[in-house]
C-alpha cells in the first residue's frame, strides 16, 4: 500500500493529534493530554530548531498514518520524539516505521548528529523491539544527559551512535 513522508505541515495538525492521541491513551493507556505535549501542540515550532524537523507519512487520500520528529538536544546530539504508526498501517509489510526511521537517521548523519535518544514506555513492547532491530540499545535513565528532554511517562531509554 503506498505512501509518502514529507515535512510537517500545519494542515496536520488536528488529524495528527487524534491519531496520537488515540494510540497513546485508547491503544496503550498511557494517560497524557493534548494540553501536556508542546511537541503535539505545535511540531514546527516545537522541532525545528538546529537540525530539528518533524516529519509525517500520509496515506494516499492526505491522511496522517505516521509522525516521526527529531530534537536537536545538543550539537552532535538528537533525540527521536513523536514515532508513531497508526495500528492498521503497522508492520513489516507496510514499511512505514523504517522508512521514517530511515528518513530521521539520514537527516541526522547529514547534519553532523552523531548520537540519537529516545525514551519509550513499557507497554511499548513491540516499539522497543523495532528500536533494538534497528541498532538502538537500551541505557539506565542514569545515563541520559542532562540536557535530555525527559517525560515523566517514559520508562525505558535507548541510545544509538551513527
Excluded: C
Amino acid at each position: 500500500m503506498a505512501f509518502d513522508i514529507g515535512p510537517y505541515e500545519a494542515k496536520d495538525r488536528d488529524a495528527l493529534a487524534a491519531m496520537i492521541l488515540a494510540i497513546q491513551n485508547g491503544e496503550f493507556g498511557v494517560g497524557v493530554t493534548f494540553e501536556g505535549q508542546p511537541d503535539l501542540q505545535d511540531p514546527a515550532a516545537f522541532f525545528r530548531k538546529g537540525a530539528g524537523e518533524f516529519w509525517v507519512a500520509h496515506d494516499p487520500d492526505g491522511s496522517p498514518i505516521g509522525s516521526i520528529g527529531l530534537l536537536e538536544a545538543a550539537p552532535g546530539q538528537g533525540v527521536i520524539r513523536k514515532m508513531f504508526v497508526r495500528a492498521d498501517r503497522r508492520g513489516r509489510e507496510f514499511g512505514i516505521a523504517q522508512s521514517l526511521l530511515d528518513m530521521l537517521i539520514a537527516h541526522t548523519r547529514r547534519a553532523g548528529i552523531s548520537t540519537l535518544r529516545l525514551g519509550t514506555v513499557e507497554n511499548l513492547k513491540a516499539a522497543r523491539r523495532f528500536y533494538e532491530r534497528n541498532g538502538f540499545r537500551e541505557i539506565a535513565a542514569a545515563d541520559l544527559p542532562p540536557e535530555f528532554p525527559r517525560m515523566t511517562v517514559d520508562t525505558h531509554f535507548y541510545r544509538i551512535d551513527l
